[in-house]
Structure formats: structure tokens, C-alpha cells
């Protein structure tokens, strides 16, 4: 059985407020008794249709909302690269003149400025590149006072 486009709308409001009986009064607005909406709306979304309905717009969702492996590392990349735009407000002194070019003396507005990616964010973004191909390794000194004996015992 395929979802009318009522039942669409009311998962779809679910999935936005999370409440079940007010998603249903709200697109079915012949019922006015809440109890009447709440047993209707556990009954609707009990069926496999709307189950699915709601599992597959909330893996969109997710898909849309939650960034991947693939997006982290090119966002870690562009870093690296300083490719990223870093805004920084500073305190600009400008003079100040009135109507008649008068000077009144100097003021200081705060700035925007866009700068790249700082050395040390673009450093830090190398080191879990790094990380993440395996380019690094710590190194471990290891003393040990007893000898490692192997038991062939396969016979």
C-alpha cells in the first residue's frame, strides 16, 4: 500500500516536531478529540509504510547533515592547503574631517579583514592528514629481561 499524500505530510511533520498525535490533528482536521487522534496517529505510524517512510527521509537527512569521511578529509585538505578564508576584526584608525575638510582628529572602527588559514590551523591539519594515511609512527623503546620463547609444537 503506498502513502496518500496526507499520511506523507503527517511523517514528514513528525519528523520535524516528534510528536506523533499533533503531526495527525494537524493534517486531519476533522478529529477533534485528542484521544481519538492519538489512537489513529499510533495506528498510522505502526504500519510498515510509514515506518519505512520515516526511516528513509531520516538516512537523507543524515546523509545531507552529517559530513562523511570523504567531506572531513577535504575540508582537513583545504585547510592544510590554506585554501580556507580566516575573518579577523581589527581596529582600524581613520581620520575624521568635518563638512569643510576640517580635521577632528583620528577615530578607530573596528575592521573586517579575510586572511588565509593560519600557519598553525594549516600545521595541525597536516598532522591528522598525516594521521589518517598512516604517514606517522611513535616511536616505542621497549626493554624486556625475559627471551621470548617459541614452542613448535605442530608434531
Same mark, same amino acid.
Given at each position: 500500500? !503506498? =502513502?496518500?499524500? $496526507?499520511?506523507?505530510?503527517?511523517? /514528514? @511533520? +513528525? ?9 495527525? =490533528? $494537524? +493534517? ?6 485528542? #484521544?481519538? !487522534?492519538? !489512537? !489513529?496517529?499510533?495506528?498510522? +505510524? ?15 537527512? /543524515? ?13 582537513? *585538505? $583545504?585547510? +592544510?592547503?590554506?585554501? #580556507? ?13 568635518? /563638512? ?7 577615530? #578607530? ?11 598553525? @590551523? ?15 609512527? /611513535?616511536?616505542? #623503546? ?11 609444537? *605442530? @608434531?
Amino acid at each position: 500500500m !503506498a =502513502l496518500t499524500i $496526507k499520511q506523507k505530510q503527517v511523517a /514528514d @511533520d +513528525f519528523i520535524i516536531t516528534g510528536n506523533r498525535t499533533e503531526s495527525y =490533528l $494537524k +493534517f486531519y482536521k476533522n478529529i477533534k478529540n485528542r #484521544e481519538t !487522534a492519538a !489512537a !489513529a496517529a499510533s495506528r498510522l +505510524f505502526s504500519t510498515p509504510e510509514v515506518k519505512e517512510y520515516i526511516e528513509s527521509k531520516m538516512k537523507e537527512l /543524515d546523509e545531507e547533515l552529517i559530513a562523511d569521511q570523504r567531506e572531513i578529509l577535504r575540508g582537513i *585538505t $583545504k585547510q +592544510f592547503r590554506r585554501e #580556507e578564508i580566516d575573518y579577523q576584526v581589527v581596529m582600524v584608525k581613520k581620520p575624521r574631517f568635518d /563638512d569643510n575638510g576640517n580635521f577632528l582628529g583620528m577615530e #578607530e572602527k573596528p575592521e573586517v579583514i579575510k586572511l588565509p588559514t593560519q600557519n598553525k @590551523d594549516s600545521i595541525k591539519a597536516g598532522e591528522l592528514l598525516g594521521k589518517r594515511f598512516g604517514m606517522w609512527t /611513535d616511536k616505542v #623503546e621497549l626493554e624486556a629481561s625475559n627471551q621470548v620463547v617459541i614452542v613448535d609444537d *605442530t @608434531d
